[in-house]
């Protein structure tokens, strides 16, 4: 149907008309974007309208008044209808009942209504006191009844912006920073809110009263388009979910992107943050420009009764490089400024700004992506130095990367960056979309450049390290050869492209080695010095590893993780230097191993002992744990007993060692086995050692059901509908240790998930050696170093069959 036929349908048949004739308009496939908004507007602006003539009753200084979002022509599906009901003061009997006839059929269908009914005077001191109440005044638009009463309003609530905006703009800019503190950048969020995140709706809004001010105005280059793009996904957000939600939640995000005809959620997240990338970057300038003028207003009249009069003084330029100056804060061109005979200009200039740690204007950067020479390729010398200028300049660096992305330059400089732009990573552990992950492991690095003997391979390797991501397989294989082709663009000798190549291939190495393998095992130490070749390139991978991890989010680095890698990177530089690796011996039992194994023995329990290991310095996040030791008399299903009772007791295991333990001459009897684990509280304080040994004894006689507790616990955790984990994945890892087979588990973590492991390796016929546990967010990664019965490795095929076996039992 056309717009007149959905507006005559809704003016001849009432409410009923309207809401059929909503209904058609949002469920009809022709119209969509703005259009469908202009036009639920105009359809409800009729209804609306009818429902005021037929109720004035001969009130004649009356106005209906659309305020807000509505006031601005943005209805989506479920919107609030934002709504004035502005009379005169004359009869307030009859204007009460003029608001009934008009609230309540709007009730009656279920629409959301925020209404209000005043006076312009009160209407106008409402928006004195309330700034919110001003925000949606800005946007008023007449509906029905008198227009001159509605246009006296806007004149007036507008001049007052105006006239106020010194006062009220710096309060609008601490309401944005306040919601964005409280709601998160909707750039990088993976369940963001399309409204109050920042970058969203309401800053876009904003940016339009800031605009009424005439104190600043926006950058609106792309602006109208990532307003309008929010808009339409929160439309196909309201029929996706049938509700007037602004959450972009996970289980919604295929359905929205198929309303929008999109590949599928990534792509749709994408979309999201380019726009939000844009509502941001502009609310950086404008900002800016508004605390400029208002300081410059605040100094004028000093400036003039110093200067005696008229003249003014100009703004003071001081040289920061070559062509850059700052002015006013900001780095800016010099007025000798050539960027069409200087290709490295753009680079310098972002890195002079970084390095004083001031923004780069949005003149000079717009300046230099229209004019600015490509740079030839390999690049020159002081092109390559001053992009490592900029990544080592910590904090400031990311301010000043996004000014260039603003505007076009990132790509320009780095083509393969536009593949990683704005890509989400859907992973709990990472806070960050890819590009800003690598642009914060950059800002990381050049807090640890003093560690290393070559600080710009470094800073190039953090800004490179994940961009293989882009590309279908293996991140870091690919990434491997990207990094070498930039490197060698960027002006690298062969040599230093093929330690980057090789720091990129290998950036997960050194952590996921340290917390998932045995350290001990000299295979591991051999595999990773042969991966790394160099002492150079390990002491790069180590600081590397680091800022990758920091720069990730807290559940990424910790003092356990730390020490773990500073261990093997201990072990393989001394392997590096020449030392030779020996087959490590089965440590002699220290004397309270010996005691613990005595007194189990001779009870017939288990004994434990609990020592905390030494405190982290003090910014670390999170402690080393605690060292729990227990000794039991050799029997089967220890292993998922105790990983049970310490999941009931909920302790996240770390590491874990198990080992068969003599008796000391002169006690005679069988073995004992000793378990060397490393545990720490998932919160709160640990439980006592008795209580531990009590419910041990209780899991290895069977009278503790501890598989019914852990699903008590499970059952009661609560679960996100929508929300389909990926399957858990086993793999047997052949060559990682010449003693054990490594089995390799990757699963959703969840109490117990180390229970069922090990019941299900008991079932398997094998014998544990040791396990080291890594958890990432919401992911396990575990590896167990398996033997046969009698200490062999597994041949391949056994291997094979406990791992399918494994995996099977998890995914049932």
Same mark, same amino acid.
């Given at each position: ?7 005559? =349908? ?9 809401? /059929? ?17 202009? /036009? ?5 602006? %009729? ?21 807000? !979002? ?13 709504? &004035? ?29 925020? $209404? ?52 009220? &703009? ?35 809004? @904003? ?14 280059? !792309? ?59 502009? !609310? ?51 007025? %000798? ?103 914060? %492991? ?32 293996? $991140?870091?294989? #690919? ?44 295979? %591991? ?9 160099? =002492? ?14 920091? @720069? ?47 007194? #189990? ?22 402690? &080393? ?54 545990? @720490? ?25 501890? /598989?019914?507790?852990? /699903? ?51 079932? @398997? ?7 080291? #546990? ?39």
């Amino acid at each position: 149907m056309t717009h007149t036929e959905l507006t005559n =349908e809704a003016q001849d048949s009432g409410p009923g008309g309207y809401a /059929a004739a909503r209904l058609r308009l949002l469920t009809e496939g022709a119209r969509s974007g703005p259009p469908r908004r202009a /036009a639920l507007a105009g359809l409800t602006d %009729t209804w609306l309208a009818g429902l005021f003539g037929a109720g004035t009753g001969g009130l004649a200084k009356v106005s209906l008044v659309a305020v807000g !979002g509505y006031g601005r022509g943005e209805l989506s599906p479920r919107s609030d209808l934002d709504l &004035l009901l502005l009379h005169d003061g004359g009869d307030d009997k009859a204007v009460a009942a003029l608001a009934d006839r008009l609230w309540y059929p709007v009730w009656d269908l279920g629409l959301a209504l925020d $209404h209000s009914v005043r006076t312009p005077q009160e209407a106008r001191r409402t928006a004195g006191e309330d700034l919110k109440v001003h925000l949606g005044l800005l946007d008023a638009r007449h509906l029905a009844g008198d227009p001159a009463l509605t246009a006296a309003l806007r004149t007036t609530v507008l001049a007052d912006w105006r006239n106020q905006a010194p006062r009220r &703009l710096p309060e609008l800019r601490d309401l944005c920073a306040e919601r964005a503190e409280r709601h998160g950048e909707l750039q990088y969020l993976l369940e963001p809110d399309l409204k109050e995140a920042r970058g969203g709706l309401r800053d876009a809004t @904003a940016l339009r009263a800031v605009a009424a001010s005439w104190l600043a105005d926006a950058p609106r280059e !792309g602006l109208a388009e990532a307003r309008r793009r929010l808009l339409d996904v929160r439309d196909a957000l309201h029929l996706a979910t049938g509700r007037a939600t602004d959450r972009l939640a996970l289980q919604e995000q295929d359905q929205v992107a198929a309303g929008l005809g999109l590949l599928d959620a990534d792509a749709l997240l994408r979309q999201v943050y380019e726009a939000a990338r844009v509502v941001s970057y502009a !609310g950086d300038v404008t900002w800016r420009e508004v605390g400029r003028v208002l300081r410059a207003r605040s100094v004028r009249p000093r400036l003039r009764a110093m200067l005696g009069g008229g003249r003014q003084a100009a703004a003071e330029r001081s040289p920061l490089a070559e062509g850059v100056v700052e002015q006013d804060g900001e780095a800016v061109l010099a007025r %000798t400024a050539r960027p069409e005979r200087d290709p490295v200009l753009p680079l310098r200039a972002a890195a002079a700004a970084a390095q004083a740690g001031i923004p780069l204007s949005l003149h000079a950067v717009r300046r230099l992506a229209a004019t600015a020479r490509p740079l030839p390729a390999p690049w020159p010398a002081e092109a390559r130095e001053q992009l490592v200028t900029l990544l080592g300049s910590g904090r400031p660096t990311v301010e000043v990367w996004e000014a260039l992305e603003a505007e076009g330059l990132v790509t320009r400089l780095l083509p393969d960056w536009e593949r990683v732009r704005c890509r989400p990573q859907r992973n709990a552990v990472h806070l960050w979309t890819v590009d800003r992950h690598l642009i914060e %492991t950059a800002v990381r690095a050049s807090a640890l450049t003093r560690r290393v003997h070559r600080p710009d391979l470094l800073l190039v390797a953090a800004l490179l390290h994940d961009i293989g991501k882009g590309w279908p397989g293996d $991140h870091s294989v #690919a990434g491997e050869t990207i990094a070498r082709d930039v490197a060698a663009r960027i002006g690298f000798d062969h040599a230093d492209a093929a330690v980057l190549a090789r720091l990129v291939r290998h950036h997960l190495l050194l952590v996921e080695t340290a917390t998932r393998r045995d350290l001990d095992d000299p295979a %591991t130490v051999r595999a990773v010095a042969e991966a790394v070749g160099t =002492e150079g390139t390990l002491e790069l991978l180590h600081a590397l590893t680091e800022a990758d991890a920091l @720069a990730t989010g807290p559940a990424a680095w910790s003092a356990w993780r730390a020490s773990l890698v500073a261990d093997l990177v201990k072990r393989v530089s001394a392997v590096l230097a020449g030392d030779p690796l020996e087959e490590p011996e089965a440590p002699a039992p220290t004397a309270q191993q010996e005691r613990l194994a005595v007194e #189990a023995f001779r009870t017939g329990g288990p004994v434990l002992s609990l020592r905390a290991q030494a405190e982290p310095p003090a910014e670390e996040q999170e402690p &080393l744990g605690v060292e729990l030791l227990i000794a039991v008399p050799d029997q089967a299903g220890v292993l998922p007993a105790v990983a049970g009772v310490l999941a009931v007791h909920r302790l996240t295991v770390r590491t874990a060692e198990l080992r068969s333990l003599a008796l000391p001459d002169g006690v005679e009897g069988g073995s004992v086995l000793l378990l060397a684990w490393r545990v @720490a509280a998932e919160y709160g304080s640990l439980p006592q050692a008795a209580r531990l040994r009590a419910d041990l004894v209780r899991a290895l006689d069977g009278t503790l059901d501890v /598989a019914g507790r852990l /699903a008590e616990r499970d059952a009661a955790y609560p679960r996100r509908r929508g929300v389909v984990q990926p399957p858990p994945r086993v793999t047997v890892e052949p060559a990682a240790s010449r003693h054990a087979t490594v089995i390799e588990v990757r699963a959703q973590d969840a109490p117990g998930l180390l229970f069922r492991i090990g019941r299900a390796l008991e079932g @398997a016929g094998v014998r544990v050696r040791s396990a080291h #546990a890594s958890t990432l967010g919401s992911n396990a990664v575990d590896a167990f170093y398996v033997t046969g019965p009698g200490g062999e490795r597994l041949p391949l095929e056994e291997a094979a069959d406990v791992a399918r076996a494994l995996e099977d039992a998890l995914r049932g």
